[in-house]
Antibody, heavy 117, light 109 residues
């Protein structure tokens, strides 16, 4: 069974940093690109960032470019999102997502990030 | 970034109705367009990929069409369990990317 378990969310002050992790199991992690997708409370889905299977290709939404860094460790079956210079508008549920080459085919349960003073 | 304009933002329909949602891309995206369903408190679920391909296990009352910049998602006969919010998503693989539309909240009349 595919499992994606996010961690690292919490309450953080504006301007500070946070690192999210996603532990993957139940599939061959390094066969898949991985993405982060977020959803602000009561709002729609927003794609945040994606990384190819070998970290050779990376993309970011304009809203996080220069502040967030995606990475992965295939030896640890793990995906990460380093979030710096956090803003109130970054408050959201952050989903780890497995990319099947054409769409998100598996989602985690999400980890909540709240940016507030 | 490519912008995705989804409409309507909300929709009320009766059981058995045919329901249509549209999604327009700001530039040609070929058929790189997916549709997801999200129920309250749950992660999204893939319904349609590459504009018109039904994901395995998804009921055949769901369908998608279109290419280029204009896309349509259809539920042929609305069922009570279809109450959800629906999102389109355009995607790229190099580099990885996937902008979502604003979503359409579907309610039963």
């Amino acid at each position: 069974e595919v499992q994606l378990v996010e961690s690292g969310g919490g309450l953080v002050q504006p301007g500070r940093s946070l690192r999210l992790s996603c532990a993957a199991s139940g599939f061959t992690f390094d066969d898949y690109a991985m993405h982060w997708v977020r959803q602000a409370p009561g709002k729609g889905l927003e794609w945040v960032s994606g990384i190819s299977w070998n970290s050779g290709s990376i993309g970011y939404a304009d809203s996080v470019k220069g502040r967030f860094t995606i990475s992965r460790d295939n030896a640890k079956n793990s995906l990460y999102l380093q979030m710096n210079s956090l803003r109130a508008e970054d408050t959201a549920l952050y989903y780890c997502a497995r990319w099947g080459g054409y769409a998100v085919v598996s989602w985690g349960q999400g980890t909540l990030v709240t940016v507030s003073s | 970034d490519i912008q995705m304009t989804q409409s309507p933002s909300s929709l009320s329909a009766s059981v058995g109705d045919r329901v249509t949602i549209t999604c327009q891309a700001s530039q040609d995206i070929s058929n790189y367009l997916n549709w997801y369903q999200q129920k309250p408190g749950k992660a999204p679920k893939l319904l349609i990929y590459d504009a018109s391909n039904l994901e395995t296990g998804v009921p055949s009352r769901f369908s998608g069409s279109g290419s280029g910049t204009d896309f349509t998602f259809t539920i042929s006969s609305l069922q009570p369990e279809d109450i959800a919010t629906y999102y389109c998503q355009q995607y790229d693989n190099l580099p990885p990317g996937g902008t979502f539309g604003q979503g359409t909240k579907l309610e039963i009349k």
